[in-house]
T-cell receptor, first 113, second 111 residues
Framework: DAGITQSPRYKITETGRQVTLMCHQT?????MFWYRQDLGHGLRLIYY???????DKGEVPDGYVVSRSKTENFPLTLESATRSQTSVYFC????????????FGSGTRLTVV | DQQVKQNSPSLSVQEGRISILNCDYT??????FLWYKKYPAEGPTFLIS?????DKNEDGRFTVFLNKSAKHLSLHIVPSQPGDSAVYFC??????????FGKGTSLLVTP
């Protein structure tokens, strides 16, 4: 299917475990982003990528790792999950923002117990 | 430091009336401003945007106003409908960069 898809939709993991959230887009867009949404904080940027093999930190990168070996995929890995990483994670993609912004996925709700 | 601020966490408006959502920003380098709408359990969806060279952009019931000197923008919804009830995020960016979001305003439109 065309578009942007995130998987899984819901995930429960234990503290200290490694977990990877997947993001896949079919438009071959250059830019991809990971945001987290928390009550009282809105949407905060974790990492972004301007092209394959190019990634950079956002506002809240600690505890997260990203890679982008292929244009269409941008996985987000929590190396050792902590309760503070319980959140809703959104992936977004686009050609450079501007007037049309970026398109967001449906999100992954992650609970760390 | 938060560069985009939405100071009203919530707003309640009667159906048919005008909804006005406000947003302030601090970075004068931003050249695009956007509004996103978000329903529960869904991702944010693009609603309307404006370039910094304009002061108004209209799309149907939605109008965004930009006051660069005050670093302020607002979203007007006229007339408001119950289906407009959602969280609205203001965002600002420079082309080629990530969106900087405010904390959101939860709009409730009552019948």
């Amino acid at each position: 299917d065309a578009g942007i898809t995130q998987s899984p939709r819901y995930k429960i993991t234990e503290t200290g475990r490694q977990v990877t959230l997947m993001c896949h887009q079919t438009w071959s867009h250059s830019y991809m982003f990971w945001y987290r949404q928390d009550l009282g904080h809105g949407l905060r940027l974790i990492y972004y990528s301007a092209a394959a093999d190019i990634t950079d930190k956002g506002e809240v990168p600690d505890g997260y790792v990203v890679s982008r070996s292929k244009t269409e995929n941008f996985p987000l890995t929590l190396e050792s999950a902590t309760r503070s990483q319980t959140s809703v994670y959104f992936c977004a993609t686009g050609q450079g923002g501007g007037l049309y912004g970026y398109t967001f996925g449906s999100g992954t709700r992650l609970t760390v117990v | 430091d938060q560069q985009v601020k939405q100071n009203s966490p919530s707003l309640s408006v009667q159906e048919g009336r005008i909804s006005i959502l406000n947003c302030d920003y601090t970075n004068s380098m931003f050249d695009y401003f956007l509004w996103y709408k978000k329903y529960p359990a869904e991702g944010p969806t693009f609603l309307i945007s404006i370039s910094s060279i304009k002061d108004k952009n209209e799309d149907g019931r939605f109008t965004v106003f930009l006051n660069k000197s005050a670093k302020h923008l607002s979203l007007h919804i006229v007339p408001s409908q119950p289906g407009d009830s959602a969280v609205y995020f203001c965002a600002a960016t420079r082309s080629g960069y990530a969106l900087n979001f405010g904390k959101g305003t939860s709009l409730l439109v009552t019948p």
